[in-house]
């Protein structure tokens, strides 16, 4: 492991303290599943944590903060944190930072993270995932607007009436914070069609589309399998789970694609995020 992925390894420990002593139901998914069951620990090159709750239990979750009374650690929500743009969870470490590229001119949270999804009804019948795509494309055409403050750019001569004009856009939506107000809407479709009694359900926000729609019995039975030096859940059908998003998953992709997603504006694992933007004046 990296310096990095110990700092995620021992928020993820703590999510799942919590989770455990109150019987919460959560799941590794995406990246963090496929190395927990092909390296049993991280990727090697990954670069975060991903988990995902039936919807029930990520409300129940994101409740919780009074269980981190006393530590730097932070639930991220477009509720708890006004700025923060996404329809998901962060469990934040206060006492870090890592503010990523697209939201370097954003003021919220910037400790370092694991991302924690809602699991949700996809479909009221069963049918292929690809007639499910509709409906994620629905929230990723809203959840894509969180990105646009990052249009920002230096005006130049050769380019500028479109840097202006990008200018416009990405100020109009940092100004009037669009992505924080249109998560409600996110919420309303994602929360439609209730997990417990859908036949296909999906991580909405996941980066698969819909591929992530899948048969709701696959999340019915958790198993615990190692994770580094700890023992995480996964769904006991993770061959399922990992076939459908991946194809043949303990075949290594091309080294060229062996490569983390994330890519910083300021990362220190020793410094508080607050401190850190004061000091590079972020």
């Given amino acids: 492991m990296n310096e990095l992925q110990e700092k995620q390894l021992s928020i993820l420990k703590e999510f799942v303290r919590v989770c455990e002593s109150h019987h919460l139901t959560y799941f590794l998914c995406g990246g963090s599943m496929l190395g927990a069951i092909r390296h049993h620990g991280f990727i090697p090159w990954d670069d975060d944590i991903d988990v995902m709750m039936p919807r029930k239990d990520y409300d129940e979750y994101v409740k919780l903060q009074s269980e981190y009374e006393g530590t730097p650690y932070f639930i991220q929500t477009y509720k708890t944190d006004p700025h923060y743009p996404y329809s998901f969870a962060k469990l934040r470490d206060s006492s870090t930072t ?82 924080h107000y249109r998560n409600k809407h996110m919420d309303n479709i994602c929360r439609k069609l209730p997990f417990d009694s859908s036949p296909m359900v999906a991580n909405h926000f996941g980066f698969n589309m819909d591929k992530e729609a899948m048969d709701a019995s696959i999340f019915k039975e958790a198993i615990q399998v190692p994770f580094e030096d700890m023992r995480v859940n996964v769904p006991k059908r993770y061959d399922e789970y990992l076939r459908n998003i991946y194809g043949d998953y303990m075949k290594l992709p091309p080294i060229g694609k062996q490569a983390g997603h994330h890519h910083n504006k300021g990362f220190d694992l020793n410094k508080g995020y607050k401190e850190y933007m004061k000091e590079h004046k972020i």
């Fill in 98 to 179: 890592y503010i990523e590229d697209f939201f370097k001119n954003h003021q919220f949270n910037h400790g370092v993270w694991i991302d924690i999804f809602p699991l949700d009804g996809a479909s009221k019948v069963m049918k292929p995932a690809k007639k499910c795509k509709n409906r994620i494309m629905r929230v990723w055409l809203n959840y894509y607007l969180c990105y646009l403050p990052a249009l920002f750019r230096k005006v130049r001569k050769q380019t500028f009436f479109k840097d202006i004009l990008l200018n416009i856009v990405a100020f109009l939506f940092w100004w009037g914070n669009i992505a």
